[in-house]
């Protein structure tokens, strides 16, 4: 299941045990909305490996301009509240499968 979190929860989420794939989006973001069933699926698909979470850059925008995301949608891949990956845009399911086998298994 993805989560929604805030600019509050943000470092708490990040810090956490393991891999997190954090999604940056907004309501007006076409691509985001055809991305989150791929990231819910992915969710589901890999609860053991990853922890999958979306911020709204609209209503948290501290996060978002700290970490200068200019483009939606933007993962941020963290461990042990470290970022070990990016990807920008639109990307294949299999893409971020491959992305999150990769970068859990470091």
Known sequence: MVHEITDQTFK??????????VEFWAPWCSLCKTLAPIL??????NSDKVKIV?????TNEQVSTELNVMSL?????YKNGKVVGTVTG???KQTLQDAINQLQGE
């Open 54 to 58: 979306t911020i709204n850059v609209e």
């Open 40 to 45: 819910e699926e992915l969710s589901n698909e």
């Open 12 to 21: 708490e989420t990040i810090n956490q045990d393991g891999l997190v794939l």
């Open 90 to 92: 639109f990307v294949p």
């Open 73 to 77: 949608p933007a993962m941020f891949f």
